[in-house]
């Protein structure tokens, strides 16, 4: 069965505000994190990625926070924009240096973004 | 820069016929390559993996198959379909550095078996 979960399957904001999606993972030996966001009818695209032996990391508009003591993990997406609108999944992999070569997704959230 | 080509985008096929679908990663050697089943409205299940030409490992007993003739080609077949084949189906690819490396997608094929 999975190991990745989301708290919320929806989640729906107003343009200009920040987004904050939610992670549960329960594998504790999990190492590796990413989030990727998906349109509708388009295949998943990498958004940012995190190792275990961090717990923020930035990229453009978007931040990855990573609780090992809870196992959770969260986007936040600042200054939401119409083009955010999307379902977002988060997958974990672990392994490092070992033969586990696959990813585990979540669910997905979709965010909505009013106008 | 590597890009990943996958066709058809869309195919509807009837029930009990073949399914040939096509994946090929350009821009790099030696690829890990996924294939990924999209139900509607949920996630991603792993279908196949490839480490290598010839080498494939399977995740869930299915009507399904794969193969790598191919350094970075992955096709995924059916001799027959079935009405729970349907879905959204993605190629993708790692590096082969090993494990924990992001997954680059293709743009996906919809199949609707009738």
């Known amino acids: 069965g999975e190991s990745v979960g989301l708290h919320l399957p929806t989640l729906s904001v107003q343009e200009g505000d920040n987004s904050i999606i939610n992670c549960a993972y329960s594998?504790?030996?999990?190492?590796?994190f990413i989030w990727y966001k998906q349109e509708s009818g388009k295949g998943p695209q990498f958004i940012i990625d995190i190792r275990s032996n961090m717990d923020k990391r930035q990229g453009q508009r978007v931040t990855v926070l990573l609780n090992k003591t809870v196992k959770h993990l969260s986007l936040q997406i600042a200054a939401t924009q119409p083009g955010d609108s999307a379902v977002y999944f988060c997958?974990?992999?672990w392994g490092s240096g070992g033969s586990n070569y696959k990813l585990t997704f979540g669910k997905g959230t979709l965010l909505t973004v009013n106008p | 820069s590597q890009t990943i080509h996958q066709w058809p985008a869309t195919l509807v096929q009837p029930v009990g016929s073949p399914l040939s679908l096509e994946c090929t990663v350009e821009?790099?050697?030696?690829?890990?390559l996924y294939w990924y089943r999209q139900a509607a409205g949920r996630g991603l299940q792993l279908l196949f993996y490839?480490?290598?030409?010839?080498?494939i490992s399977s995740e869930v007993p299915q009507n399904l198959s794969a193969s790598r003739p191919q350094d970075r080609q992955f096709i995924l077949s059916s001799k027959k379909l079935l009405l729970s084949d349907s879905g959204f189906y993605l190629c993708?690819?790692?590096?082969?550095?090993?494990?924990?490396?992001?997954?680059?997608f293709g743009s996906g094929t919809q199949l609707s078996v009738l």
């Open positions: 821009g790099t050697s030696n690829p890990n």
């Open positions: 490839s480490v290598g030409i010839g080498q």
């Open positions: 594998n504790s030996a999990s190492d590796y």
């Open positions: 997958a974990e992999n």
């Open positions: 993708a690819w790692s590096t082969p550095r090993g494990t924990n490396e992001k997954l680059f």
